[in-house]
Each structure stands twice: as C-alpha cells, then as structure tokens.
C-alpha cells in the first residue's frame, strides 16, 4: 500500500498521531493535541466534506434550524460543552445566571404546555402532572439500582411497568379515566425512548441506567446554532489539520509500517481510505460513531478487535432519533405555548398491540415543539424514535407531511384554543441523530458474553492517555486498553444531545 505524505510530517518530531472523525469529540482530541508542543504531526480524517457529525445547523425559514443537536443538557460548569460555550460566548446572558445553573431539573423533559388526547379533547394539566410525577419518580428510582448485584428485573421498561401495574391496581376511577391515564403514562415512555435513543425502554438494562450523571441548569439552546461551537473549535486549529472527503476503509494495527518519507522509521497504525490512500501513524483516536462502528466492525479493524471490545461494541446499543420540521403561514398553538403533547387514547405501556408501522408509526411521536419566532414563518419541530423513526425514513416527505397534517387536524381541530392555519406548507427535514444506550432487556436472544453493566465497564475501560496528567472530558467515552496498542477510542456521548 503507498502510503500519503503531507504537512513535512518527515521532518516533524514528535509521534505522528491520527484523528478519524470531525464530530465534536474529533475536533475537541484535535484542539488538545495541538496545543501540546509533543503533538506536532497531528492530522485529522472526515469522511464528509463538513465537520461537526451530528452538531449541524443550518438556515432555514429565515432562522436557525438545528438538524442534530438541539440543547445543552444541564448547563451549569459541570459540563464541558456548557463550558465551552461560555467560553466562546454563545449563549444568552439568562442561560449564564448563576440561578440558571442552580436550577435541578432531575434530567427530565420539561412538562407540556398544552396536550391534547387523539378524539382532539384537551387532556387536563392536573392529570398531566401527576401522571408525569408518576413516572418521572419511577425513573429516578431504577437510578437506585446502580452497582446493585440483584435487579428485580433486567431493563426499565420492565421495572417501570411493574411498579405502574402496581399503581394502576390502586386506581378508582371508571375505566375510561383509567385508560386515559394509561395513555398520558405511554407519551411519557415515547419521551424516555428519544432521550435514551432506543426503541424501546424494555430494550434498557435496569443496572447501570443510573451511570448518566445528571447535571444541574436549565436546558438551553444555542440562539445562533450550535454549530457556533464547532465553528470555534475548528478556526482554534492549523488551518491543513482537518482533510474533508477523506473516508477511511480500513484501520491495519499492530504493525510494523513505513513510508518513503521516513526512512528507517517504522509506525504501529495504517490507516487505509476508500480513495486508496494510506496514512500511517504511532496513533489513531477513532471518533466515528458508534452505529458505524457495529455496522463495519468485521472490515474496519486489521486485525480484527479483541473479542471483549468487539463484544462491548456489539452490545452497546444505538437508536435512531428523528427530527420532522413543519412551517405555518399562522400558528393555531397559544403565543406562550412551547411544547404541544399528543395523548393516542387507544395506547398503553402495559399492552404491546401489533400492529403495521405504516398504520401506527405517528403514534411514537412525542408531540411537537414550538420553534422560536423566526421572521415570517411559525414552525413546529416533532421528535420520533425506535423503529417507527426508521419506517418513516422510508417514506417521502409528501406522505410523512401528510400523516402529521392529518394528525394535527385531527387532535386540534375539535378545540377553541386553534385559530389560523392548520395547513403546514413545508416539510424542511427529518433528519437521522442517535443516542447510545445499554443493552440488557432482552438478552436471552443475544450472542453469549457480558450485557448490561459488565458491556459496560468493558466498552468503558480506561485506556493509556495521549496527555498526563489531565483526565479525559467527562463527555468521551473510552473503548480500548493496552491490548489495542496505538488506537484509542472517543465519542460523543450521544444522550447528551437530542
């Protein structure tokens, strides 16, 4: 294989250190590095001809649109990113306050101005709160759960279904106000699966749930995009660091490699790219995402992995999150209204119906949030996950636009709070985010090895820094050791953002 040259990286010092991605955990290893005077040969490999993975921003309906990340999660100085931001000075001064920060949300969703049951009757604020009192308290507990050698069952889903059962038991009222409560309990679950990224909450092993630190501060948004951030970090970097297009195919390891422009000199890591060129290295931090990751796990390592990270790979699981964007010429919600909640009457986390995706999958929806003004248009953003979010990748934006133009219609209509237009004009985006998760519902179907909170602490080991003696961000994750010399592993966490 010929390998690339580039930068006088032959007459550099220094070990020669590759970076694959350009997300925020890729560019974040890159900032590091080159402010270290030891890392002087530092090159960082995109596959795509931008950076920033799933930070994305773009213009649309005469504002900002986040196609990926959305907020900061617990922004208070615990956080990296938030602090990263103030930093750069991307955020509003009420996101900055003191009393921001102090504000403890528990890690939960903020609860819905409005919710409307699928018949398009209002659901009452006093059954929304306590149902989302219910539920919210039960997730708390499972985070009790952690390090413990003996759960009652293995994922959340299970253990929030039990104790609502047990609830529910305890219920007096007629059998509709039952079903209704059952619903509302189910919207909440359809929350749960976005922010854990997963199909389903039984999907979620019960033990180590409780390893997400929750941070304080009210969520916050970045008023000119979040991609400000990414923008920052990379004007923070040599300008030829970063080489766009640049797919890699294969990653050779523990070897022996050399190249023309170093003569006698021999590198441990070959990088090899769809395009043919080779890249060798004393390092290579490996960003990419994880679902790319199990995707390529057989072909993107020579040789392959150790069997315990192919493993902790594997069973780490990765779900697909949605973002549908829908325009009105008037809106038909409150000027106060920020988050717009759909209760389907017919649905229940106690009950697994099967039914067709192409009749049910608008059901997943969590409802709609009400973007910010923009300068002539209303816009309204839904959030789906599971396999629901992937039936609807299959559709065209015409069909998906008309399912959720029906929907509307359909719970809104009946009410006198709508007024305007229920017509959405334009259906701008949906677009593919994920999140990482832990595997341990179901694991009687799953290859043989560790799930739960033993994948956990392998697909988290702690690996031999490129820098001492500062500690990685709390916001990468680790998946090598000694036995994977050269290569080292970092991402995003995705339930950070979503």
Known sequence: MESSGGRAEGSARGPRVLVVGSGIAGLGAAQRLCRH?????????EATARAGGRIRSERGFGGVVELGAHWIHGPSQGNPVFQLAAKYQLLREKDLSEENQLIET???????????????????????????????????????FLHTADAPVPSVGEYLK???????AG??????????????????????????????????????????TVLPGLDCTFPG????????IMASLPEDVIVFNKPVKTIHWNG????????GETFPVLVECEDGACFPAHHVIVTVPLGFL??????????????????????MGFGTNNKIFLEFEEPFWEPDCQYIQVVWEDTSPLEDVASELRHVWFKKLIGFLVLPSFESVHVLCGFIAGLESEFMETLSDEDVLLSLTQVLRRVTAPDTVCRGSHTSHVLLHHARGSAVWLEGGRPAHRSAGPTGSAAWALA???????????????????????????LRFGGVNGSLFW
């Open 37 to 45: 005077p030891a890392f002087r040969q530092l090159r960082v490999l």
């Open 294 to 315: 199990k995707e390529h796990l057989d072909t993107f390592f020579e040789p392959p992995l150790p069997t315990e990270k192919a493993e902790a790979i594997r069973k």
């Open 225 to 232: 995009g979040y991609q400000g951030l990414t923008n920052h």
């Open 171 to 212: 219920w007096t009222e007629d059998e509709e106000s039952r079903k209704l409560k059952l619903a509302v309990l189910n919207s909440f679950f359809n929350v749960e699966c976005c922010v854990s990224g997963t199909h389903s909450m039984d999907l979620v092993a019960l033990v180590p749930f409780g390893e997400y």
């Open 106 to 144: 528990g890690g939960h969703v903020g609860l819905p101005s409005v919710s409307y049951a699928s018949s398009g009757v209002s659901v009452s604020r006093e059954l929304v709160v306590e149902m989302a009192s219910l539920f919210y308290g039960l997730i708390d507990q499972t985070r009790e």
């Open 256 to 263: 022996s490699f050399q190249e023309a422009l170093s003569l």
């Open 460 to 486: 988290l080991s702690p690996a031999s820094p490129l820098l001492s003696p500062a500690p990685p961000s709390s916001a990468m994750g680790r998946l090598t050791d000694s036995v994977c010399p050269g």
């Open 162 to 168: 039990k104790e609502i059962r047990q609830r529910a």
